[in-house]
């Protein structure tokens, strides 16, 4: 990665990157699998643990995406 370029507001090789791999993962059929574990995981003993974090990430989120599942915090 020592000779990857500033390739400025975005990184358009990384983002293809991510979707080809998001595409090839899909293709695999290991969707089904994966989402059994995350529903899994979800209602297991990590379950507590995976909500705090979701909940710390929508705290941070600035809502600038169409449903957004942000809080609004009372001043």
């Known amino acids: ?18 979707n080809e791999d998001q595409h090839d993962f899909v293709k695999s059929g290991k969707v089904p699998g994966a989402a059994r574990e995350a529903k899994d995981a979800v209602k297991g003993a990590e379950g507590e643990e ?3 974090a979701e909940e710390e990430g929508r705290s941070k989120s600035k809502g600038e ?5 942000t809080k609004k915090k009372s001043s």
């Open 50 to 52: 995976l909500r705090r």
């Open 1 to 18: 990665m020592a000779n990857q370029k500033n390739e400025g507001e975005g990184n358009k090789t990384a983002a293809r990157h991510y």
């Open 65 to 69: 995406n169409a449903g957004d599942y």
